[in-house]
């Protein structure tokens, strides 16, 4: 198992197009977070998945955003019509259901929107 | 809504010295959990200690050790003999233990330490 997986790792594109990252948490790991992280911030909460039910969404998720996460394996995140504010690292995360406490983060997708 | 603050933008140490990472955090609520986070230069973020809110003893890993104040509410870090790999952001971050909720994290900005030698 070689932890938590994004793709792909930069994304460079137009105002107004769309894009989609994915993430692979570890095997077997039912809870599945985004989170997004801006310069200079820490990393801040988008939504989560047990499963393949989005159980949470952040009010920082507009109607742009969509994520999901089809029989509770990999997860998109998918960003319509972006803006230059979309700019950011796009972080997943995944976590035991039992027995852990501990999130493992995956590398990031960084999204600059020209 | 649960806050946590780092003060420290910036942090220097020396190779082989110890340095301490400050955090304060609020909440109304008397179970969570406490982290720290190491988020090397573009590289992903690792765990590195963890702390029960409902346990009086500080978690320490190895060279990483913290001070958990619960009254006040502050959770430093600090890493004793530090190396040159331990470089990178610091991030806090909190979680709450209630069940039926996300558990999401709530992060602080961030501290950024710079080893030298």
């Not at chain 1, 997004?36 to 998945?49: H, I, M, S, V």
């Amino acid at each position: 198992d070689t932890g938590v997986s994004q793709d792909p790792r930069h994304k460079i594109t137009k105002r107004g197009q769309n894009v989609t990252f994915r993430c692979d948490p570890i095997s077997e790991h039912n809870r599945l977070y985004w989170y997004r992280q801006t310069l200079g911030q820490g990393p801040e909460f988008l939504t989560y998945f047990q499963n393949e039910a989005q159980l949470e969404k952040s009010r920082l998720l507009s109607d742009r955003f969509s994520a999901e996460r089809p029989k509770g394996s990999f997860s998109t995140l998918e960003i319509q019509r972006t803006e230059q504010g979309d700019s950011a690292m796009y972080l997943c995360a995944s976590r035991e259901s039992m027995g852990s406490e501990t999130q493992y983060f995956g590398p990031g997708t960084r999204l600059l929107v020209l | 809504a649960q806050t946590v603050t780092q003060s420290q933008p910036e942090m220097s140490v020396q190779e082989a010295e110890t340095v301490t990472l400050s955090c304060t955090y609020d909440t109304s609520e008397s179970d969570y959990y406490l982290f720290w986070y190491k988020q090397p230069p573009s590289r992903q973020m690792i765990l590195v200690i963890r702390q029960e809110a409902y346990k009086q003893q500080n978690a320490t890993e190895n060279r990483f050790s913290v001070n958990f104040q619960k009254a006040a509410k502050s959770f430093s870090l600090k890493i004793s003999d530090s190396q040159l790999g331990d470089a990178a952001m610091y991030f806090c971050a909190y979680r709450s233990a209630h069940t039926g909720t996300a558990s999401k994290l709530t992060f602080g900005t961030g501290t950024r330490l710079q080893v030298t030698l």
